[in-house]
């Protein structure tokens, strides 16, 4: 036998049954997507790109050539495998195969071919999946895939402190267990939206979100001592003059001192401690049954006299260890209330209060119904120039720069809180840190969470901030301050 025959015979089956369609097929598949892929990651290295950046072509490159890619490979020896066994059953199958000489040059080269072509796949392949993880970890697939969807959250993201910190740092956090649960929960979700089955709004709060202490606390030490913070809040009247009512608080926000747990992140973090509740609702707003427990592991548990709930209901209730998220729910998602995002924008002066009724104007215009939001905008503008023509034509006349400043940002408060797409408008998420629009700490500290010896979760108005003026006009102790 010579070695032609030798390497004929060894290659052959291997020709012989790759010769078929379907391994033709996943051979051009692999090459034609290897091609693609690796000249889209020169592109993106010449143009300094990287994952994310393009959120549709990304789903192209990062996902769905990788895919087919990896189909390729797959339906390279399914073929193959078919073949062989079509062929035995027709008892059409060489049945000898021949000695293996690896000293033949020839043979060495058809050997070193695949060698090489199975490095560079593996490398394609670890590098795809790489870029494919890093690309759904990206900010802009989760906030801009589905973009109704996740509109009002990737919006009020986009705004708030937490800019920065990319969606999978709270949702999902360091860990491939995780990973790989949110990926599951990811191919649902895809489903929902595909078949347009995803609730509106998107319910709030996450049944399994993964507690704090594996993602705020990854940058966030909870016994950092952060002390007093002093809170000035300003409201406006609905008056003619817009009236500043101002509200000055010293918030004994506290932590870890050397005198140990103060204030409110210490009362509620100090190390050891545990808070642990049953809420009857999805909301997490009504909670009968509170327990402390301390660090030497005492506990105490507190039952409010006001929510009557029977044994059923309290084993069928929702059973939580309080973390950051019971009361920061809107760390990054903060939905305003009109009221509160007006005040906000009269206080750091983006809506002058020089223009008459505006407060009162702009919040029966934010307040209305609109179908969409083009209309919405439109109509806030037409709606507030005219109350200004016909009510006050000096404003035209003397305001028009502060007057369309002002009709910009009534729009972009608008614009960052109502979704009429996803049913989500003012009011639709609950903010549980304060009392004044929802519960918040008062679901606990009401007064009325009384334990059997008689101990009560407290609720004087200073248990948590000293208020150094309330609802007052040109308070004087921020002159003694020297704030104003
Ligand atoms: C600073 C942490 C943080 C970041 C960053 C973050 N989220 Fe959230 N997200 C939360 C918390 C906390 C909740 C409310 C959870 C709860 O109450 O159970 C939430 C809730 C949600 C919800 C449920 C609806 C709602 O408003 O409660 C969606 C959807 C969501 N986030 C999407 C995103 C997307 C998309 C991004 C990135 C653009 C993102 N999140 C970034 C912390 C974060
Ligand atoms: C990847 C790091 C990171 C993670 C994770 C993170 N934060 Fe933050 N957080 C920051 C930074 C940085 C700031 C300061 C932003 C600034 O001052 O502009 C901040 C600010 C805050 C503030 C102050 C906001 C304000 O109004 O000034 C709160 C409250 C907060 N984070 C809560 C949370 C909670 C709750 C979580 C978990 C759901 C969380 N953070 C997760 C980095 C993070
Ligand atoms: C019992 C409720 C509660 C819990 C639990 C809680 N916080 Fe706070 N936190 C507050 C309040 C109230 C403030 C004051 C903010 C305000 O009024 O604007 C605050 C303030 C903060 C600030 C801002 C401090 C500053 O200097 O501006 C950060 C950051 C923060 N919390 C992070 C966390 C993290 C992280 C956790 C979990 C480890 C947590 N908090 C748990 C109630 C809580
Ligand atoms: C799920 C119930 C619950 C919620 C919600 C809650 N707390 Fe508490 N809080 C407790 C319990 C229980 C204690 C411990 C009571 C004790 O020390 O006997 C406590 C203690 C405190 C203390 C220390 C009181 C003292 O003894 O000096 C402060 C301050 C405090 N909470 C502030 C807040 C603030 C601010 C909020 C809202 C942002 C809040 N809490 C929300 C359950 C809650
Ligand atoms: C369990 C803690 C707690 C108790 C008790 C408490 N508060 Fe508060 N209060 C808060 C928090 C937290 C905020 C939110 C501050 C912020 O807006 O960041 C707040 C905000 C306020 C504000 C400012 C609201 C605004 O938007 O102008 C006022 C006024 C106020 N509280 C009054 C009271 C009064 C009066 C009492 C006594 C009946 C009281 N609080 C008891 C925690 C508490």
Known sequence: MNWKEQVGGWLRPLVYLGRNPISLIGAVLTTSSAITIVAFWLFEIVLGGGAGVYPYAGILFYLILPAVFILGLLLMPAGALLRRYRLRKQGLLPTIYPRVDFTHPLLRRATALISVATFLNIV?????SYKGVQYMDSVRFCGTTCHTVMQPEYTAYLHSPHSRVACVQCHIGPGASWFVRSKLSGVKQVFAVLFDTYPRPI???????????????QCHWPQRFEGNILLVLNHYEEDEANTSDTTVLVMKVGGQSANGPEGIHGHHLAPGTKITYIAL??????????????????SITFRSTSIKATPQQLAAGEHRVMDCMDCHNRPTHTFQLPGDALDDAMQHGYISTSLPYIKREALAVLKAKYPNRPDARSRIASTLENFYKTQYPQVIAKQSAQLRQAIQRVQAIYSRNVFPAMDVTWGTYINNLGHMNWPGCFRCHDGSHVAANGQVIPNDCSTCHDILAMSEHNPKVLNELGMK
Request: proline share 11%; net charge neutral; hydrophobic share 30%.
């Open 124 to 128: 394609i392949f670890t590098t795809a």
């Open 203 to 217: 319910p709030s709060p996450i049944g399994d979100l993964r507690p704090a202490r594996a993602t705020c606390e």
């Open 281 to 298: 609702d999805t909301q997490r707003q009504v909670i009968p049954v509170v327990t402390y427990t301390d660090a030497s592991g005492k």
